[in-house]
């Protein structure tokens, strides 16, 4: 007996190739170990078995059973996913629900992070070289990820501030990629490359953050940058709030002024290039600093009465900020590791090393998994002044938007396919 338990919303989509199901049911009902099977689909959110094509089938008992537990093995594709890939498969809407999910399982301990680690190797010649990573993993997703980058960095100064600069190979090019792996299986799922998937689970990240933090009859969006970071942050603020105002300011006047053209047609907003940082910021519903200065770019004095603000890296606060702010929920509780070569001033001059550098702890301050689970008060009052800290990124971030790419690339027939025997081998490490 066969029982087709596929939800209705699912019913039209080719998450799975008739000829893979057919052949799985054959080879269970031929080996007598199995009298009904079932054909099952969760949620969007789950993946089953090496391929993830949101398929399993169950035997007697009602365990789960994957194929290649029984020696059926289903030819399975690592999948390659560009840029220009992921631009198609995922929007910051998705990637906030999605992340809704992912936090709600890290509180409860069914996700987990590892801290994020750089390797920092120095030069003579202010010049220095930085690996980093981040892993995370959520088991009800069954998957995992890794996120690595390799640059190199110096420091630069731009319109009269201080500013990390970095690059890989040459100037304008970069090195990030993300692995996804099977939490069920071990093997390979995807790479991808991290450029577009980074800024689109950071934006979401805060604009989660902002459902739980924001008025909810906010309005003014004032944004510090005007780069890839501040046009996610945007899109996603836009999402969680009815916005009808958008203020930009970046010391680049053509950024700015092409930044609120662009943004304002594409999310239907009044938008302005402004001629300062105080500008954007004073009268704005929700702040957002999204710059790489090395120096503050925003002051607590001009955040309005029930402004909800962010950031992306805390060199963009002055000091004073938190005077003036009564409700702070942090990202995460930060355990930043920094492995340096040569001596301890040469590691302290390091560009990868000092842009971090400033780190606010905040005492106590709660996370955002705990506010999201209901563990912790986000706003209590419309008078308050909430601030999101997105301190650092992490691994379950890449995880949850990977896996919601890779699940859409394999529904819609997207990426590069590499057999998965590629990064199998039968010599045991």
């Known amino acids: ?81 560009s840029n220009d890939d992921v631009a198609r498969l995922l929007d910051v809407q998705s990637c906030v629900s999605a992340l809704e999910n992912a936090y709600r399982d890290l509180a409860q301990g069914d996700a987990v992070n590892r801290p994020k680690t750089y390797v920092v190797v120095p030069d003579k010649a202010g010049v220095s070289y930085s690996y980093c990573t981040m892993e995370g993993v ?21 319109y009269g501030r201080r500013r990390a600069e970095k690059w890989a190979g040459r100037p304008g090019k970069f090195c990030g990629l993300v692995l996804l792996f099977s939490s069920r299986s071990g093997e390979l799922l995807a790479i991808l490359n991290d450029g577009l998937i980074q800024q689109m689970r950071v934006g979401a990240t805060s604009g989660l953050a902002a459902k739980y933090l924001a008025r909810s009859d906010a309005a003014v969006l004032g944004m510090v940058g005007s780069g890839g970071q501040a046009r996610s942050h945007a899109r996603a603020f836009a999402t969680v709030r009815a916005l009808k105002t958008l203020k930009v300011y970046s010391p680049n006047v053509e950024h700015r002024q092409t930044y609120a053209e662009e943004m304002g047609r594409e999310l239907g907003l009044e938008a302005f290039a402004v001629n300062s940082a105080e500008e954007a ?16 770019v925003i002051r607590g004095q001009w955040l309005s009465a029930g402004a909800h603000a962010t950031k ?10 938190f005077r003036h702010v009564d409700v702070i929920i942090r990202h995460q509780i930060l355990d930043t590791k920094i492995y340096a070569a040569g001596t301890k001033e040469e590691a302290k001059s390091a560009p990868k090393a000092t842009r971090k550098g400033k780190i606010i702890t905040h005492g106590e301050a709660p996370t955002l998994d705990k506010m999201i689970l209901g563990q912790t008060p986000g706003r209590t009052s419309e008078r308050q002044v909430t ?43």
């Open 1 to 81: 007996m066969v029982e087709d338990r596929k939800p209705s919303a699912l019913r039209d989509e080719h998450v799975a190739e008739p000829s893979c199901i057919i052949s799985l049911m054959h080879a269970a009902l031929s080996s007598g170990k199995a009298s009904s099977i079932r054909v099952g689909w969760d949620r969007e959110r789950n993946f089953h078995g090496a391929t993830s094509r949101l398929m399993r089938y169950r035997n007697g008992d009602n365990d789960p059973i994957y194929a290649t537990e029984r020696g059926h093995a289903v030819e399975s594709k690592t999948l390659y996913l």
């Open 138 to 158: 959520d088991r009800n997703l069954g998957v995992m990820a890794i996120r690595m980058k390799s640059d190199m960095n110096r420091f630069v100064e731009v």
């Open 281 to 296: 910021v004073r009268g704005a519903d929700i702040v957002s600093a999204c710059t790489t200065s090395l120096e503050p």
């Open 312 to 321: 992306v890296n805390a060199n963009e606060l002055d000091d004073d900020f």
């Open 387 to 429: 601030f999101f800290d997105n301190n650092e990124g992490n691994g379950l971030q890449f995880a949850t938007c990977g896996a919601l790419a890779y699940q859409r690339a394999l529904e819609r027939g997207l990426g590069r396919e590499l057999p998965s025997e590629w990064f199998l081998q039968d010599l045991r490490d």
